[in-house]
């Protein structure tokens, strides 16, 4: 009983069944990886899509090792999208504060003179 | 997101209520109609025209997953990038935003610094260019001053003291003994003296009578400040300008001859005009 259920998810696996996402997933960590160099963690909002980007990671992974190809997709998909946020939030606050600071300094210039 | 919530729930009750066969759209999808709204009627719309554009086609996959498959687990993952994927616009649109502005402000801080070098710059030329015509200035003036005092040693004793350039005239010339009314040669003597010191930078001028020690101390006193009056009256007369112009009487006090013999008590009796430099 036990190796027919062990062949039918092989055969599942070999013929109906979908790729591993390697592609994809190295992806998802490398946007990971680009968001913490951003300074993700240090951004509260970005902070929460990193986690939930590293929390969808942690997922794939255990789909993948069970077999779940297809789920692992769409879960990896998920990842990258957060970790593309955590980015773009991260290089938003960046901005806005380097903006805030040049503007202080233009005032103070103004102020001065 | 109450209202949202409130509003996703009196849907899901009235349309189960009126057809229990067609699914409901999940929370995810709800949230990220609402997301991508938002962020199409933002800033985004301009400055994060691409991300935008991910979102829209994210949505509309959602959209199709839950037309072909309902609410299951597929069309909620796709609703949530979708709802991500705004967010992203809109992030994008924020720091492009910020970009601009740093870039805008970034520009009007060279720009007042080179304005404020500029000021300065300017401002160092002109103090330079008035510094330099005050001396040039100054050094018309002393050497005309030199020349107009060449041209009076002819005439009269000129020396520099500190108190300023002295020109001493000889009382001989300018008054009879005892009088004080001045010689018709005194009167040619001190028009060129006042033709000299016309138009020199000098503070004031100051006349001085000064007798010998014959007679007594009181009379001499009163000589002296009529004969130092009567020049500076006759100075006036030639153009001096009378603010500028004192006279005092220092009568016997300060000879610089001997007064025992006759030499020197002519040398006494003279009449001394100080020129007082400017500061």
């Given amino acids: 009983m036990r190796k027919l259920c062990l062949a039918t998810v092989m055969l599942a696996t070999a013929c109906g069944g979908a790729a591993v996402p390697q592609e994809s997933l190295t992806a998802a960590k490398a946007a990971v990886a680009a968001s913490e160099v951003a300074g993700a963690a240090s951004e509260p909002n970005a902070a929460l899509h990193l986690k939930l980007a590293k929390e969808q990671l942690a997922k794939a992974e255990q789909l993948i090792a069970d077999g779940d190809n297809e789920e692992a997709a769409s879960v990896i998909d998920r990842a990258q999208a957060d970790a593309d946020l955590a980015f773009s939030l991260s290089k938003e606050a960046g901005a806005k504060k380097e903006a805030a600071d040049t503007h202080e300094q233009l005032q103070r210039l103004r102020k001065h003179q | ?279």
């Fill in chain 2, 1 to 279: 997101m109450t209202m949202l919530r409130r509003f996703a729930i009196g849907l899901l009750l009235g349309s189960q209520a009126l057809a229990c066969s067609t699914p409901l759209p999940p929370q995810e999808l709800l949230q990220a109609r609402t997301s991508y709204d938002a962020a199409s009627k933002s800033a985004a719309a301009q400055l994060a025209p691409a991300q935008l554009d991910t979102a829209k086609q994210t949505l509309e996959k959602a959209e199709q997953s839950f037309q072909e498959n309902g609410d299951e687990q597929k069309t909620k993952d796709l609703a949530y990038i979708a709802d991500v994927r705004a967010q992203v616009a809109v992030a994008e649109a924020g720091r492009e935003q910020a970009t601009r502005a740093q870039a805008k402000d970034d520009h009007d801080f060279r720009n007042q610094q080179i304005d404020a070098l500029e000021t300065s710059k300017s401002q160092l030329d002109v103090e330079k260019r008035a510094r330099a015509e005050a001396e040039k200035g100054k050094a018309e003036a002393e050497k005309k001053l030199s020349v107009a005092m060449a041209s009076l040693t002819e005439i009269a004793k000129v020396k520099e003291e500190s108190r300023g350039v002295v020109i001493t005239l000889s009382g001989a010339v300018l008054f009879a003994t005892g009088k004080s009314t001045l010689l018709p040669i005194a009167q040619d003597k001190l028009s060129e003296v006042a033709k000299a010191l016309k138009d020199q930078g000098y503070k004031s001028l100051l006349v001085e009578g000064h007798t010998d020690a014959q007679g007594s101390a009181d009379k001499n006193m009163v000589l002296s400040q009529e004969r130092a009056n009567a020049v500076r009256s006759y100075l006036v007369s030639q153009g001096i300008p009378s603010e500028k112009i004192r006279a005092e009487g220092i009568g016997s006090s300060r000879p610089v001859a001997d007064n025992s013999t006759a030499e020197g008590r002519a040398n006494n009796r003279r009449v001394e005009i100080v020129v007082e430099p400017m500061k």
